[in-house]
C-alpha cells in the first residue's frame, strides 16, 4: 500500500465520521456539491490553466473552492433548519460520507496524476488506483444501494 492508499482510507473515515456528527441531511447536500465540484473541476480546470498555474493546480482549486460554498451553504442550512430523517439519519450520513471521502480521494489521485503522472510510484502501485481513480468503487457503491431497494434477489 502506498501513502495514496493511506490517504484515501484516511479521508473515507475522516469525512465519514464528520458527515454523522453533522447530519443526513447535510451529508446529502455536501453530496451533491461534491459531486458538482468534481465534475466542474473534471471539465473546467484546462481553461483557467496557465504557465504559472498547472493543470493539478487549477484542478485543485477548483474543486476545493466550490467545495468551501457547498459546506459553507449546507452548515448554514442546517443551523435553520435544524433537521433529521430519523432513526436512520446517521447511517445515511455514513453512508453519503464515505462517498464524499471517495469524491476526495478521487481527487488526490487525479491531483497526483496530473502534477507527477501516472508512473509516479504512489499512483502507478496504489491498492486503491482502480477503486477510486478509474470510480470502480463509485459504480459498486450505486449498484449496493440499488440492491437495498431491490425485491429481486438475484441481483
Partial sequence: MTWLDF?????????MVIEVKRGAVCAIIDTVGVWIALKIATFSYQAIASPQ???AAAYLTIFLV?????ATTSTLLQRQLKSDLGPFDSAIACALGLLIGLFFSHIAFGFIHLHFGETYPAFAS???RGQVYELRAL???LRFMHR????????
Fill in 126 to 128: 496504489s491498492v486503491f
Fill in 7 to 15: 490517504l484515501t482510507i484516511a479521508l473515507c473515515v475522516l469525512i
Fill in 139 to 141: 459504480k459498486g457503491f
Fill in 53 to 55: 498555474f498547472s493543470y
Fill in 66 to 70: 466550490i467545495v468551501a460554498v457547498t
Fill in 148 to 155: 437495498i431497494g431491490s425485491t429481486d434477489v438475484a441481483d
